[in-house]
């Protein structure tokens, strides 16, 4: 029970609060926002609305000593837990960065039942499984408390770790780091430096072997049709900003003006190549949806389907007489 409900607790904020909400990498169906609105209120972070105004301040100023909510340039424990504590202004009250979620009506809901929800999932939802299984006691302790703190570990991990140990390969910009072996202990959202770039895309851990839970979660629920819309930024996009940063450190490393030299030059060539491959790619793409295009042009179904479309028209202009008495 502690594993299943701290695995809910978990992605409800990396793919809904997190990756949903606060970037709109996707889109998804209300059910699917119900539910992490309501075990995203278990996790006890705030309200959807405070978490996603926080979280964009984060992005625009990272790092900033002021403007960062939990700027980790204030170091390891203000950045993980000590921006909560003290009597700090996060400025979590100005909903200006987010106009767009207070349309959504489950957001909403879940900010002015915060309380009631955090109460009932904390403390209610334990009690039942503890009687449902026979130690109250037992259930409480482990579903309710030792699960909370874990699950608020993990998140504050992001904040704090995330932005000071591992690598940088997409920018160093910013203090945000890519570690896999914190991305095991925050369902993917290790891969931060990658993030941090390119917050749009629906993933963290870009590369197919990295172990992004969250993308694959979300990858999941769109073919449930939960989830549509997954927005990934371009391979070359992606290629360009490694290739930049290996540019850059090479540089800085190399002090012969020769393999300097030959640094550029080869820097060029890469580049040239990869816009070229890129270009051609989309071609690849597009030429498939043509063909797709073609094939279904000339398919029975789409003469089936405008004959169709026609008869549907006159029945429904039938039906209404139909409705109205009028055909007898
Ligand atoms: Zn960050
Ligand atoms: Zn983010």
Redesign the pocket.
Known sequence: MFAVVFMFNGTAITAGY?RLW??RSYKAHWSLRLWFALWGAMATQNSVLHWASG?RR??TNVDDYDKDPYSASRGFWFSHIGWMLRSYDDKSNDFSGIKDLQKDAIVMWQHKYYIPLVILMNIGLPVLLGYLNGDILGSFLLVGVLRLVASHHCTFFINSLAHIWGRRPYTDKNTARDNDILALFTWGEGYHNF??IF?SDYRNGVRWWQYDPTKWMIWGASKMRLASGLKKVSDFRIQKARLDMEYKRAGQNLTCEKALAQLEEQYEILLGALKEWSALHQQKLEAKAEELKKQWENSEAHTRYIELKKTLQEQQARWYLARNGHLV
Do not use: P, R, V
């Open positions: 997190h606060s970037h979280h984060h992005h993030h941090h917050a």
